[in-house]
C-alpha cells in the first residue's frame, strides 16, 4: 500500500511565500507520477489547481505554483493572500492513484 | 459551462448498497473521463476509482475492487458509483470529477457531493 505524506500543517503570514510538499513511499516522485493538487475550503468539494507536476488550470492564480523539489513533489504559494487559508492535497498516480494526507494551511 | 450535478444525500443500513450518480453537462461526456473520490467526516480525500466515458474501462482502488462498480450511460451524459456491502466506515461525502480520458491523471471539474451515512 502506498503512502504519500504530507505536512500536517504549515502556518505563513500574509504576503509570505511558503512551500507544502509531497512525498511517496515508493521513493522520488518524477513527473511520471503526474502530480495535482487540490485545495478545499471547510463544506466545499476540492478544487483543482495544479496537473501534471506544475500545470496551472485555467482558474488557478499565477501565485500557485507547482514543482519537483528534492525527490518531493511541491506547492508553492508566493504572495499569500487570506482567502489561501485552507486544507491542501496532493494527488499522485501510481496505476491507480492515491491521495496525500493533506497540509492545513494558516494564514496568521 | 462544465458542470457535475450528483444525486442526493441518502442513508443506508449496514450491509446495504448505494448508487450515486453524477450527470454532466457543458462538454461531451464521451471525450473525458469521470473519477470518484470520498471523504469520510473530518478525514482527507481518498481517490475510489475511474471510469472512461469512451469506452467504459475501469481503474479501481485496490481497497475497494471487491465492493464498487462503476458504469455510465452515455445517452444521458450520466455516470453511476454503485458500492455494496455497506458499513460504518463508508459514512462520507462521495465526488465525482472530470478527468483525464486516458488515466486518472488531471481531475478538474468537480461535483458538488453527496453524503451517505450508513447507520443502523
Known amino acids: 500500500q502506498t503512502v504519500v505524506t504530507q505536512e500536517p500543517s504549515l502556518t505563513v503570514s500574509p504576503g509570505g511565500t511558503v512551500t507544502l510538499t509531497c512525498a511517496s513511499s515508493t521513493g522520488a516522485v518524477t513527473s511520471g507520477y503526474f502530480p495535482n493538487w487540490f485545495q478545499q475550503k471547510p463544506g466545499q468539494a476540492p478544487r483543482a489547481l495544479i496537473y501534471g507536476t506544475s500545470n496551472r488550470h485555467s482558474w488557478t492564480p499565477a501565485r500557485f505554483s507547482g514543482s519537483l523539489l528534492g525527490g518531493k513533489a511541491a506547492l508553492t504559494l508566493s504572495g499569500v493572500q487570506p482567502e489561501d487559508e485552507a486544507e491542501y492535497y496532493c494527488?499522485?498516480?501510481?496505476?491507480?492513484?492515491?491521495f496525500g494526507g493533506g497540509t492545513k494551511l494558516t494564514v496568521l | 459551462q462544465v458542470q457535475l450535478v450528483q444525486s442526493g444525500a441518502e442513508v443506508k443500513k449496514p450491509g446495504a448498497s448505494v448508487k450515486v450518480s453524477c450527470e454532466v453537462s457543458g462538454y461531451t461526456f464521451t471525450d473525458y473521463a469521470i473519477t470518484w473520490v470520498r471523504q469520510a467526516p473530518g478525514q482527507g480525500l481518498e481517490w475510489m476509482g475511474w471510469i472512461s466515458g469512451y469506452n467504459g474501462n475501469t481503474n479501481y482502488a485496490q481497497k475497494l475492487q471487491d465492493r464498487v462498480t462503476m458504469t455510465t450511460d452515455t445517452s444521458t451524459s450520466t455516470a453511476y458509483m454503485e458500492l455494496r456491502s455497506l458499513t460504518s466506515d463508508d459514512t462520507a461525502v462521495y465526488y465525482c470529477a472530470r478527468d483525464d480520458p486516458v488515466t486518472t491523471i488531471k481531475p478538474d471539474y468537480w461535483g458538488q457531493g453527496t453524503l451517505v451515512t450508513v447507520s443502523s
Open positions: 494527488l499522485l498516480y501510481f496505476g491507480g492513484a492515491v
